[in-house]
């Protein structure tokens, strides 16, 4: 990234020539590329997006977005073109359209050899396995009959994923028997599932690195997260009791995995904690709800240490500001006009960081989020969630 | 602003009724303005800019700036008819228009009639004579005889300063005797200057305080500032050694201020600390360079407070997250292209957080600032100066 590393001003003609900023161009209109705006504006960096619609959440908050799709090749050409480095908010860009993008020389980061680890969850799975990490027993499974050998091994439930394509719980299903997989199978419409073990765990936990094309790396605090549903609700950071072996031994498997696979920019781990350790559940090569919280409880938020990662600049500090950080999301609920609820929450409680994305409510979607910060993570978590319930409109008569 | 506080669905049609999230209109696209929209998009409120040119520094990241002169009356009124309420990241424009977009029935945040106070220093004297507070002796001067009369009872030198239109140490003259009146008065170019005393200060503190149209207020805490040629260099929060009277004094000073004068949204008041105790130098009705530290350093940063304030919402904690914060200005020198120092600043300190304004670099000029927050305020200005200078580029071979 020539615009970082830089020329000196006598070889690009003198003091008074034009001085571009670094472009960071990113894939996908969602909240997280909005969620990039903030930091970008403030170190100075110009942030491009590449959404499908104009009134998508980022698209809103970011000058020049490019309105297109992340399948269309062309779309793609001419958004790599205006950008420095290419990054994504998502992992849904075809693997092949990135690699022809890296070949005609554009720096695309997280690259297609790491990224599509977070892609096909199958051969995150077999690539996993070679370096070591452990995980749930899986196996890539065709029909009925397929599935009901490996729950012969691994017990029912199964947990049945597509490969490709599923984020916040769609795509996965937990099947209890055998007669339930033909509706699986159908419903998925694709020709091969990932089964894995139904595991019973403890708790889940997640854990966020950073890594450089440079190959430096920094470990955020281990968090724990609260799923319903297969939809993150409530992010704990850090972990509340979790044991210092655990918690070291979670952000090295995540240091591990961001340096086997090559990611660069924001790794995010999510694991399983169960009573003999540690299970890499999924894995996602961006900012992730998981770090939210960053924003007001780190050092160097989760956005901003994305931006420099895939700059290639050095990283910023992942330390807690407080000993506590809790942050609860947002989902759709009854009340449309989010704004409406500011007045009861920012009367109630003059701590509360609250979040909105600008996007339509639906039921269940993720439109916010609200962050506390502070000593106490039982009294932070109250608070935040009663917070949470006053946006989304519970309260409503 | 009906946005906010808001009809209910029903009344405004139905549940997939769209949306519109407050507007908070910024007249003035400079790095206030620009720092004003991280904390926008945070909160989901739609912030829009009036800049002069489609590269001001807030008009590169706010999408749909209007482009326009602040003096054009007919910009003011377009701009402040797509705004549910106008706000200002300077104080120049014209009283007059500002009063007719009011009367036409635009809420204007500070109004008029108190924003003139920090617009017109001489009235903003008086003004502060008569609520009470310890203001530098001074005086309306109109030639050479009359400033030597108030040199008579203010002693020399003299500080001369242009009723209107100064900022950054700009329309301020310190005249040592009689014989520099009238060099000054020529180069003012205006029939009348406020004469005051040279104050002999022991240093300068900065108070921030905010106030909403319902009449609540917040104080930040008191800050040192270290001002050089009369453009802010440094700020320390709190002021180091402040004794809790005069802290308590100063803040209750500001809040008076804020309440006598009617302000809405950001009030700072700078301050003389003397043997004596405290003296108003100056006030300023919208976020200020004395607050940037409150970005990382407090839980609500002023730009956050100055969208709540002006929205009339409820307004956040202003309190410190840690014991110190240190900010420091990276002023104009000898590189052009400031990124360029960042591999290097931000390699050697991880907790430093770089703010740029995306403005062109000229000898002198606010291109942007450096913060650092801890517990110790020597360390942190120790570090903070050394990346301000590199970044600035005072080590470039």
């Known amino acids: 990234v020539t615009a970082v590393t830089g020329t ?44 499908e619609r104009a009134d998508d959440s980022a698209a809103q908050v970011v000058p020049g977005t490019l309105i297109g799709s992340h399948t269309d090749l062309a779309a793609l050409r001419a958004f790599a073109a205006e950008c420095d480095v290419v990054t994504f908010d998502h992992e849904h860009v075809p693997t092949d359209h990135l690699e022809l993008l890296e070949r005609e020389g554009h720096p695309v980061r997280p690259g297609p050899a790491a990224l599509v680890h977070a892609q096909d969850k199958a ?23 397929e599935v009901a050998a490996f729950a012969e091994e691994a017990g029912w439930p199964v947990v049945l994923k597509t490969p490709r394509g599923g ?46 094309p440079l190959g430096q790396a920094v470990a955020y605090p281990v968090v724990e997260t609260v799923q319903v549903d297969g939809v993150c609700r409530e992010v704990l950071a850090p972990a509340p009791g979790l044991e210092t072996g655990m918690a070291v031994a979670a952000q090295h498997a995540a240091l591990t995995i961001a340096h086997e696979l090559g990611v660069t920019g924001m790794l995010a781990v999510e694991m399983f904690q169960t009573s003999d350790g540690i299970l890499v559940n999924e894995l996602a090569m961006r900012p992730h709800n998981s770090g939210h919280w960053t924003i007001e409880g780190a050092v160097t938020s989760q956005f901003e240490q994305h931006l420099r990662a895939v700059l290639d600049l050095p990283l910023g500090s992942p330390r807690l500001v407080a000993p506590s950080a809790v942050m609860i999301n947002i989902l759709g609920g009854r009340r449309s006009d989010l704004t409406s609820g500011f007045v009861h929450v920012m009367a109630k409680d003059p701590e509360l960081h609250v979040h909105l994305y600008g996007k339509s409510v639906r039921p269940g979607r993720k439109v916010g989020h609200v962050t506390l910060v502070g000593d106490d993570v039982d009294d932070l978590r109250e608070r935040a969630r009663d917070a949470a319930a006053h946006v989304r409109g519970d309260h409503d008569e």
């Open 8 to 51: 000196t001003d006598r070889e690009a003609g003198g003091e008074d020539a034009p001085r571009r900023a670094p472009v960071v161009g990113m894939v996908g209109g969602g909240q997280l590329a909005r969620m990039s705006q903030p930091p970008a504006i403030e170190l100075g960096i110009t942030l491009r997006v590449l959404a």
């Open 167 to 212: 984020y916040d719980g769609k795509c996965v299903w937990v099947v209890e028997h055998e007669a339930g997989v033909d509706v699986v199978f159908k419903e998925a419409g694709v020709e091969v599932l990932l089964g894995e073990a139904y595991v019973s765990f403890e708790r889940e936990l997640a854990v966020q690195v950073a890594r450089s």
């Open 123 to 145: 051969l995150m799975r077999k690539r996993l396995a070679a370096i070591g990490m452990p995980c749930p027993l899986n196996r890539v499974v065709a029909d009925a009959r």
